[in-house]
């Protein structure tokens, strides 16, 4: 956990600032948000599979625009 003192006089927004620069260049917040939306790695052949059945759906949904005429 990050923290910040006040120092004397200092303003409010100032610390926020200091505070969130802190927090940013300590990679804290980055790490949270990878572990909060963790997916596992797909394998190749997965991963390849899942390219070709795109191609193929973007290739039909041409086709189907080219038939349409727009």
């Given at each position: 956990?990050?923290?910040?003192?006040?120092?004397?006089g200092?303003?409010?927004?100032?610390?926020?600032?200091?505070?969130?620069?802190?927090?940013?260049?300590?990679?804290?917040?980055?790490?949270?948000?990878?572990?909060?939306?963790?997916e596992?790695?797909?394998?190749?052949?997965?991963?390849?599979?899942i390219?070709i059945?795109?191609?193929a759906r973007?290739?039909n949904?041409?086709?189907?625009?080219?038939?349409?005429?727009?």
């Amino acid at each position: 956990m990050q923290s910040v003192n006040r120092k004397d006089g200092e303003p409010f927004e100032s610390l926020v600032r200091r505070f969130n620069r802190k927090v940013q260049q300590s990679g804290t917040l980055s790490l949270a948000r990878k572990k909060m939306y963790f997916e596992k790695e797909l394998s190749k052949t997965e991963a390849r599979e899942i390219a070709i059945r795109k191609k193929a759906r973007k290739e039909n949904k041409i086709r189907q625009q080219l038939i349409k005429g727009f």
